[in-house]
Structure formats: structure tokens, C-alpha cells
């Protein structure tokens, strides 16, 4: 059991040394630059949503924690109530608080990285390529949101699946279940490494515990129970079956949500059928495990009715971990391009349709060749590399037959 323990802790490979310190100073220089530049662009987003919120926050206080002015839930309130206290414009607060969110992102990001050898980046360079990928820049300092914050800690409870620390993987997935609903896309990956893996199923239901303890808390400050726990409902409520998004449904712009949200789950679940079957029939390691959650947060927005444009930003960042691979390694790119064009129609008042129509294609063939090398290594695997996870498995195993 101790030698186990020992095997599963964070990777230490001395033949990946770390930039200088000068370096690393400069090129996070550059990043926090280039997202001030950013800065005074005021998106309609900040402009219809995020900045009246600020307002109120900034009129009435913490009471305003109880207000039913917002569709988004409570953890994410909090910080804004936290940014309003910031003496800075309103629009710029609600920036602060999201570029916490891309620093907390980063440190995500090296955290996986280091847990996985076989990526072949150092941890520290791949933490400043996610700065730099241009969703990820423009999400938070151009467009205000902050899709930066729920991904990191879904990048944190994949980096526990690696260390086969179920408790924590649960835990950080319902953090970021609590502040966006878009973590759903990671779960079909969670749940089936948990169900391979023989997790308690009190780990799930300790999530959702989780879930609603942090959703619930708005009712200290006298908003209504059916009030508070109805923030995702409401954001499932679209009239199109595509908002933007760069998947299958941006070819059917004329089919309503009402006409095409059954056919579309069917058709999501059986994708993911497709790729809970891949995972299945090989075995269960460390680089594996990436593949299927790379798979998931990427298959469900593109199969899924009423996705927005940004609903990718996951898949965008966890490709990163793909560039290692040369059959994979454009995917990364593929997507951060995909990604750039949703960004720039929205930029743009979504004037044409014929580039998400092409992006949507691009898309496919990228989140295909993911899902097709999750397939494909079943037989190859033990050909790759030992991973920490699968050397601990195989010394475990050793240890339990002598």
C-alpha cells in the first residue's frame, strides 16, 4: 500500500527543467498585458448583463446576494459582489474578477501537466500556452465571462482521476458544477472512470451535496427557494436549437429547439455510447483517461441542443494535453481556431453564417479523430510508455499475486 502511495504522487521528471525564472516573468508579463490592453472593450454581454449587475451589487450591498436579477449561480455572484468592492468601473471589475479566474486556469493546467510524463511539455509551459490561446484570452478580458474559473476546477478533478483520488475528483467537478452548468459536459467522462474504477457511490452523491450547499446559500440572504435552485433551468430555456455554437446544428437554422431537442439527445447519446465503448474495450490509464475526457466535454456541446458559442472553452484548453501526440497534435489548434471564428461572429453581430457553417465541419473531424484514438489505442497501448497511473496499477497488481 505505501509503495503505492509513493508511485502516485505528482510526477518528478528531471529531463523536463524548468524555464528560468526571467522567462516565465516576461511571457506572464506579455499575457497580463495583453488582456489589460483588453480591458475597455465593453461586450454586449457586460453591457446587458454583467454591468447592471455590478451596479446593483455596488447600490445594495451583500443584500443583494438574495435579489433575483441574475441567471447565474451563486458562487459566481459572490465573486462579483467581491470584484464590486474593487474602486475600478464596473465593467472593469467584473474583468478582475474573470482574470482570477485565468490565473487560477493556468495553475490548473500545470497541475494536470505534471501528473502526466508522457505529454512531453514542462508543466509552466503549457500553463502560459492556455494563456495565450485566443478563447481564453478574449473570454475573460474582451467578453467578460468567466468560463476560465469552472474549467480549472474540472482541470483539477481530472488531474485527481489521475491520481486515482476519487473523493477530490467529485468534489472539484461539483465546485465547478456550482458555477456553471457546462460542467455536465465532463460528467459522462467522470462518471465512467468512477464506474470502472468501483467509486463509492457516495462520492456522487456527496457532489451533489456539494452542488446544492454552495447553489443554496442565496436563501441566507431571502431569496426564494424555487428562485434559487431554478438558475439552470432557466438557462436551458432557448427558442434555437444552435446560439451559436460550432456544432451539427448550426447546418438547421430554421429548426426550433421545440422540434429538434429529442432527436438531438438521442442522437447525443449515442455518441456518447460510441465513446463510452471505446473507453471500455481498452484498458484504463492515465492517457486514456484524457482522451475520454477530452471526448466528452468536447462531444456533448457538439451534439447537444441550444449550445452557445462558448460552450467549447473546455475542450479548447484540455486539447492542450493532446500536442504530444502526432496524430492529435493539430487538434489543439483545430479547435482554438473553430473557437476564435464562434468569438469573432459574436464580435460581430453574427453578420454571416457561412464560417461557423465551415467551422462546424472542422469540428467534427477534430472531435473525431479524439474520439477514434480513444478507439484505436486499446490494442497500442502497450506499446506506449507507462504512465505514473498504469505503473502503479501493474506494481499493485504485482504486489497483490506475490
Excluded at 488582456?35 to 443583494?64: H, K, N
Excluded at 493556468?106 to 485566443?134: D, H, N, T
Excluded at 501526440?325 to 464580435?347: D, N, S
Aim: aromatic fraction near 12%; charged fraction near 15%; glycine fraction near 6%.
Amino acid at each position: 500500500m505505501g509503495g503505492t502511495e509513493i508511485l502516485l504522487q505528482p510526477s518528478t521528471d528531471r529531463t523536463r527543467k524548468p524555464l528560468p525564472t526571467w522567462v516565465l516573468l516576461i511571457l506572464g508579463s506579455v499575457a497580463l498585458a495583453a488582456r489589460i490592453a483588453l480591458f475597455p472593450y465593453v461586450s454586449p454581454d457586460s453591457r446587458l448583463f454583467f454591468v447592471p449587475w455590478m451596479q446593483e451589487f455596488r447600490t445594495q450591498g451583500a443584500s443583494a446576494l438574495g435579489g433575483e436579477f441574475s441567471s447565474y449561480n451563486f458562487p459566481y455572484m459572490f465573486l462579483m459582489f467581491l470584484g464590486s468592492l474593487i474602486p475600478a468601473e464596473e465593467h472593469y471589475a467584473v474583468k478582475i474578477v474573470s482574470l482570477v479566474g485565468d490565473c487560477l486556469l493556468a495553475f490548473s493546467v500545470r497541475g494536470v501537466v505534471k501528473q502526466l510524463p508522457s505529454a512531453g511539455l514542462r508543466p509552466e509551459v503549457a500553463a502560459l500556452i492556455a494563456l495565450f490561446l485566443p478563447t481564453v484570452l478574449l473570454n475573460a478580458s474582451m467578453w467578460g465571462q468567466c468560463d476560465s474559473i469552472y474549467t480549472a476546477f474540472l482541470l483539477l478533478s481530472l488531474r485527481s482521476l489521475l491520481l486515482r483520488d476519487g473523493p477530490r475528483a467529485w468534489l472539484w467537478w461539483a465546485v465547478a458544477l456550482s458555477f456553471k452548468l457546462q460542467a455536465v459536459f465532463f460528467l459522462p467522462a467522470l462518471a465512467l472512470i468512477a464506474l470502472r474504477n468501483r467509486h463509492s457511490l457516495a462520492l456522487p452523491a456527496m457532489a451533489v451535496g456539494v452542488w446544492g450547499l454552495f447553489s443554496g446559500l442565496p436563501i441566507l440572504f431571502g431569496r426564494t427557494l424555487t428562485s434559487t435552485f431554478s438558475v439552470y433551468f432557466h438557462q436551458t430555456q432557448e427558442d434555437n436549437l444552435s446560439m451559436g455554437a460550432v456544432n451539427i446544428y448550426a447546418w438547421f437554422p430554421s429548426v426550433t429547439a421545440a422540434e429538434g431537442k429529442i432527436p438531438a439527445l438521442l442522437i447525443c447519446g449515442l455518441g456518447l455510447l460510441v465513446m463510452a465503448t471505446a473507453y471500455w474495450r481498452g484498458p484504463d490509464s492515465a492517457d486514456r483517461n484524457v482522451l475520454l475526457a477530452i471526448s466528452s466535454v468536447a462531444l456533448c456541446p457538439f451534439l447537444l441542443p441550444q449550445m452557445h458559442d462558448r460552450y467549447f472553452f473546455t475542450a479548447e484548453v484540455m486539447s492542450l494535453l493532446l500536442l504530444h501526440r502526432k496524430k492529435l497534435r493539430l487538434v489543439p489548434w483545430l479547435l482554438a481556431g473553430t473557437g476564435l471564428v464562434a468569438y469573432c461572429l459574436y464580435f460581430t453581430g453574427y453578420r454571416y453564417i457561412w464560417p461557423l457553417l465551415l467551422a462546424s465541419i472542422v469540428q467534427f473531424f477534430a472531435i473525431a479523430a479524439v474520439v477514434f484514438e480513444l478507439w484505436r489505442t486499446n490494442a497500442k497501448h502497450q506499446k506506449d510508455p507507462l504512465t505514473p497511473q498504469s505503473t502503479a496499477n501493474s506494481r499493485a497488481s504485482s504486489t497483490r499475486t506475490t
